[in-house]
């Protein structure tokens, strides 16, 4: 991306992956120990003073469960923090983008779902997710981003795992892993995801919800098995089910997305497990890399 960009989460994994790709741009990153974006007049001003060409949201309470018990602090944080957002970009001139997530819908489809598919989330966390979506598109230059499963980070990002990042860190340690044979899913890398961005932005395409996931669909199953083909390790798998799992909220079983309307805007995502392959592989050669300087 080219121009001023200000980055909001810019501690989590999405956050840093985008600030990292855009040093070169005049990035003013924020966390939540920065701005607190749930203050409209902190965004109003936080916005107005950096004068950005480019508003990135990559922050949410994304604690799916701690929603349930939380509600007020989740739609805080995914829905009228957005709201805020939008509106202070739009008064900057700025392009507006937002992440949203698979959670917006049911999961009780049998085909990957497109962006025009009605939403119908099922816990607290997607309805405020949901609501979020509405206000973003509030922008008149406003992008939707609909990740899931997100895996990768910048070199050096030592924050919270995600679920990829336990099965690969179980498969490596030799333990025991527990993954859902039922739950099928299009994982994203944020690698490709930042280029999906700065693609977006950069050729003007046309406001709106996008669905910025790898191509294909998997179950943690499967995702696990060639995680473990990838590294060359015999895997230690321990298949679960939804229904056995007891979460507090309910996630959508099967919450494949399509990425269609992205190819036909000019951008092909990868087939996840080639962006797996691409992750592994950029782990090993940082690892690699570490041992030398300690060795």
């Not at 973003?136 to 990829?164: K, M, N, T």
């Not at 340690?173 to 961005?197: K, W």
């Not at 046309?206 to 499967?222: K, R």
Request: glycine share 8%; proline share 5%; net charge negative.
């Amino acid at each position: 991306m080219t121009g001023r960009i200000l980055v909001t989460g810019a501690a989590g994994r999405l956050g840093a992956a985008v600030a990292e790709a855009c040093t070169g741009a005049g990035v003013v990153s924020h966390t939540r120990a920065t701005l607190d974006i749930t203050d409209p007049e902190a965004v109003r001003v936080a916005v107005a003073e950096a004068a950005p060409d480019v508003v990135v949201n990559c922050a949410a309470f994304n604690d799916v469960d701690g929603a349930e018990e939380r509600p007020t602090d989740a739609l805080a944080v995914n829905a009228f923090a957005v709201r805020s957002l939008a509106r202070a970009a739009e008064c900057a001139g700025a392009v507006f983008v937002h992440f949203s997530t698979d959670f917006v819908f049911d999961g009780s489809g049998e085909q990957p779902y497109s962006e025009d598919a009605p939403p119908s989330p099922r816990s607290t966390y997607g309805a405020t997710k949901l609501l979020g979506e509405w206000f973003a598109r509030d922008s008149s230059r406003g992008y939707v981003l609909r990740v899931e499963s997100l895996f990768g980070a910048p070199p050096g990002w030592r924050g919270r795992q995600g679920s990829v990042d336990a099965i690969i860190d179980g498969l490596e340690r030799g333990l025991e892993v527990r993954v859902f044979t039922d739950r099928v899913v299009s994982p994203s890398y944020v690698h490709d995801v930042v280029r999906a961005v700065d693609f977006l932005v950069g050729t003007n395409a046309p406001a709106g919800v996008y669905h910025c996931v790898n191509s294909g669909q998997t179950t943690w199953h499967e995702l696990a098995e060639e995680s473990a083909r990838l590294l060359g390790v015999s895997p230690r798998l321990q298949p679960i089910t939804m229904e056995t799992a007891a979460l507090k909220a309910p996630r959508p079983r099967f919450c494949a997305l399509a990425n269609h309307k992205l190819t036909r805007a000019g951008f092909a995502m990868p087939a996840w497990h080639d962006a797996l392959r691409h992750w592994l592989n950029a782990r090993e050669s940082l690892h690699d890399k570490m041992d030398q300087r300690h060795g």
